[in-house]
């Protein structure tokens, strides 16, 4: 089974991006990281965000376990999106529990540029939540980190470059079936 993350800045379209591919395509189960979580919680996120930061990546790993086990009992190809950072208190700090880190075979990066990065998070929110410096931060903090974890892991690193959500689909569906 491919297990297969999908990583972007916040309002990127990682969750678009998979549910557009599982309408497409037979075979594919979908999940999400903040899911997995939210499910740990009984549906109560808030209850998540309400922890300090060391608490909320020991749940972090406990909740993903779970999640991870019950989702691999099924056979083809697993995509779920992820987090690999968040900006808090002014900084990006990493949130990727070692549990990611050895379930996922494939980490893909949704990268379509800033410009187009803040073009979506005005249309998801209403408004840009980051400045266009945060979101150039942001994508090399997470490019250069996911890039040295999966050298270090062996693992297949991707990045998806493409504005157009049916070519990323595409891109994404090579990733799958090769």
Request: charged share 30%.
């Amino acid at each position: 089974m491919k297990h297969i993350s999908i990583y972007g800045v916040s309002g990127v379209g990682k969750t678009t991006v998979i549910e557009k591919y599982k309408s497409k395509f037979d075979g594919v189960l979908i999940g999400s990281e903040s899911k997995g979580i939210n499910e740990f919680f009984g549906g109560n996120f808030n209850d998540f965000l309400a922890l300090n930061e060391e608490d909320r990546q020991n749940v972090r790993e406990k909740a993903l376990s779970t999640y991870f086990s019950k989702l691999s009992t099924t056979d083809g190809v697993l995509i779920i999106d992820a987090h690999y950072s968040f900006w808090v208190d002014g900084a990006l700090k990493r949130v990727i529990p070692p549990i990611s880190e050895k379930f996922y075979t494939h980490f893909i990066y949704i990268n379509p540029g800033i410009k187009e990065i803040l073009r979506r998070q005005k249309i998801k929110w209403g408004k840009c939540k980051f400045s266009e410096e945060q979101v150039n931060k942001w994508i090399e903090y997470e490019t250069n980190g996911l890039e040295k974890l999966c050298h270090m892991k062996r693992r297949a690193f991707y990045q998806l470059t493409t504005i157009d959500l049916d070519e990323t689909i595409s891109e994404l569906n090579k990733i799958v079936t090769n």
